[in-house]
């Protein structure tokens, strides 16, 4: 298909200034929902690397995630109930936290050393 023979080839003046507008309102929302899907999981990841390393601060079991995941759903059912489902859904399996441990604790190496 050439230039020529596109859809919007034939439009001129108005028509396809208005077109154009539409599309780059089309594109700017698809860019919108894709940021704030990408940053709402930007934003459960930065909860985890936080939950694992105040567990490590404070020396207590990975099983203690489960606590404080449920007092985290406590909190947010007093003061924000219409968002309790979005909190239940946050990542905090022991796994999840066992590997951001690990993930900090192999980033604390490395700037050491480099260092």
Known sequence: MTHSNHKYAILEGEARKTILQQLKNEKLHRQQTFNKFFQQNNNAT???????????KWGKPFSDVEMIKECIVEVV???????????????LSRGTITERQHELATNIKQQFFYY
């Open 77 to 91: 059912k007093c003061l924000h109930p219409e968002k309790v489902d979005k909190y239940k859904q946050l990542p």
């Open 46 to 56: 930065e909860a985890t690397y936080k939950v694992a390393y105040i567990l490590g």
